[in-house]
């Protein structure tokens, strides 16, 4: 079975690089499931027509990250729509879920969202316990885990704290595809981070002067906007046995459109 997955898709010219491209992405790559993380499809969080949007471009899942709940329109379709999902770490009162299992032909498929502690102040419960409390419910084989965290220690620990317990997990967050796609020794795929789908001349997706103007010490005026121009699609591809649930194979993406 293969899963593509897709790194944050920013603003409204990444959903439309994804409307346009990912069903195409899909069928060239043989892609049976595909992952997308959108909690930056609004630059900051994500309402319920974007995620509608991703959805219809291809996405069978939507994870979401610290920007999970920015848009109050949000909190009511997280409880409505099993299919998208913030970080299962959060306070009990969040509103959605942080995990779900779906049928497919080759068999159930579970999709698990975790956020990391290093850096982010939302203060989530620890990741690790998370994982292993959730571990024990599923009842699929093939288990995918989108871990949201800005450091790179976290998001190995993690991966390798699961080896071979998982299929795959992905690190979402920093924006930045990394070079580091592998399968663990015991047989779980894992990156740090998948990158981000957004425009290409940009910081993160936003354009390059507001970022600039805040490490320069300007104060926050306006929100961040996305940048403009062509865009890219980065993300990764995991080949897994759906008989033992591991990772075959695996290599990153990026499409620049
Ligand atoms: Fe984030
Ligand atoms: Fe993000």
Not at 2 to 13: C, E, F, P, Q, T
Not at 136 to 151: N, S, Y
Request: proline residues 5%.
């Amino acid at each position: 079975m293969r899963i593509l997955a897709i790194g944050d898709v920013v603003g409204g010219n990444g959903v439309s690089a994804l409307t346009g491209t990912l069903w195409k992405l899909r069928r060239e790559h043989k892609a049976d499931l595909c992952v997308v993380n959108g909690e930056n499809a609004s630059v900051v969080g994500i309402n319920p027509q974007e995620a509608e949007a991703i959805f219809s471009a291809g996405a069978d899942v939507i994870t979401l990250g610290n920007h999970a709940l920015q848009k109050y329109t949000l909190h009511r379709y997280l409880d409505d729509t099993p299919r998208i999902l913030r970080p299962a770490n959060l306070s009990p009162l969040t509103p959605g879920m942080g995990w779900t299992e779906t049928d497919t032909p080759q068999g159930r498929v579970a999709v698990i969202n975790l956020i990391g502690r290093c850096g982010m102040d939302f203060g989530p419960d620890n990741p690790f316990y998370e994982a292993e409390r959730i571990l024990k419910k599923l009842t699929a084989r093939i288990i995918l885990i989108d871990f949201h965290a800005e450091a790179t220690s976290e998001k190995a620990a993690l991966a390798w704290h699961l080896d071979g317990r998982i299929s795959a997990l992905w690190g979402t967050h920093t924006h930045v595809q990394t070079s580091d796609i592998r399968i663990l020794p015991k047989g779980t795929g894992f990156i740090t981070d998948l990158g981000m789908t957004g425009a290409v001349d940009s910081i993160l997706g936003v354009r390059p002067e507001q970022s600039i103007g805040r490490f320069l010490g300007e104060p926050k005026r306006v929100p961040y906007t996305q940048a403009e121009g062509r865009c890219k699609i980065e993300g990764a591809l995991f080949d897994i046995d759906p008989k033992t649930g591991l990772c075959t194979a695996c290599q990153a993406l990026r499409v620049t459109l």
